[in-house]
């Protein structure tokens, strides 16, 4: 079974020239935990991906991978 990505957090990461040490030491969190929202093994809360949001000045929305217009 194929892992389903969720999020973005480790493409914008990269497009803001910032690295998971940074955003772990940010929001106090361990560089494992961000890790593995990176490769989507886990997901942060909504209200953590506010905070990450607001620490890489981007819209919520861009940290989320698009459902499309699937409806």
Request: some cysteine; overall charge positive.
């Amino acid at each position: 079974m194929s892992k389903i990505n969720l999020n973005r957090i480790k493409s914008v990461l990269a497009e803001n020239n910032r690295n998971g040490k940074d955003l772990a030491s940010h929001l106090g969190k361990t560089e494992t935990t961000v890790s593995r929202w990176c490769t989507n093994e886990i997901q942060p809360s909504i209200e953590t991906l506010y905070e990450i949001s607001k620490y890489l000045k981007v819209d919520i929305r861009e940290l989320l991978v698009s459902t499309g217009n699937k409806l």
